[in-house]
């Protein structure tokens, strides 16, 4: 069946303009996740969802980061004024409940000039 | 000081060659331990879990967890050139505690490995 696919896979933009990144988990899943992966490093939590409920926002840097799952499917990734060390692989992973198993995607790139 | 410190290598080995992988870690609410696989330009795939201390294998792959020093390690036996990979050690915690929970995973810097003919 299909994986998790992420939209844009790549995106450049401006310093202070805003982005969405968007993620379509594998039908079924309850559970999703959001990772950033910094060049040369493992990924870095950002924020999971149960259901349409952020259940752990506790990686999500500062208010400039944001992220919705409205109907407890697709999420998308906000973030507002962007910075040149928010360039990174901001990955999203899903997996049918809450656990350590998360099926990720591939990533999209975003760079940040 | 990171939660979780792995050696980034990077990794050259022959083929055949026998592959050890390492990490350490400082939160002892740590209950999960994992090793997940990168491919360049894909996301990570999960290769292997252990719950708590103990040893687990699968075929190739053996997972070590040692939580009374906080030390976890893969072996990777007759290695192939197919195994040329980023390793990425992962963790999470049982429950919300200790700056844990079920669905958030901590990761090791990764070890890149190449496996040559």
């Known amino acids: 069946g299909a994986g998790v696919s992420q939209t844009p896979s790549n995106k450049v933009t401006e310093k202070g303009k805003y982005v969405e990144l968007r993620c379509d988990p594998i039908?079924?899943?309850?559970?999703l996740y959001w990772y950033r992966q910094s060049l040369g490093q493992g990924p870095e939590f950002l924020i999971y969802f149960q259901g349409t409920g952020a259940a752990d926002d506790s990686g999500l840097p500062n208010d400039r980061f944001f992220a919705v799952r409205p109907e407890g499917s697709v999420s998308t990734l906000k973030i507002q004024r962007t910075e040149r060390g928010d360039s990174a692989v901001y990955l999203c992973?899903?997996?049918?409940?809450?656990?350590?198993?998360?099926?990720f995607g591939p990533g999209t790139r975003l760079t940040v000039l | 000081q990171k939660e979780v410190e792995q050696d980034p290598g990077p990794l050259s080995v022959p083929e055949g060659a026998i592959v050890s992988l390492n990490c350490t870690y400082s939160n002892s609410a740590f209950q999960y331990f994992m090793w997940y696989r990168q491919y360049s330009r894909k996301g990570p795939e999960l290769l292997m879990y252990?719950?708590?201390?103990g040893n687990k294998e699968d075929g190739r792959f053996t997972a070590q967890v040692d939580k009374s020093s906080k030390y976890i390690s893969l072996f990777i036996r007759d290695s192939q050139p197919s195994d040329s990979a980023t390793y990425l050690c992962a963790m999470s915690g049982g429950r919300s505690t200790g700056g844990t929970s079920y669905g958030k995973l901590t990761f090791g810097q990764g070890t890149i490995l190449t496996v040559h003919p």
């Open positions: 992973a899903s997996s049918p409940r809450a656990r350590f198993e998360q099926f």
């Open positions: 252990t719950y708590s201390s």
């Open positions: 039908s079924g899943h309850t559970a």
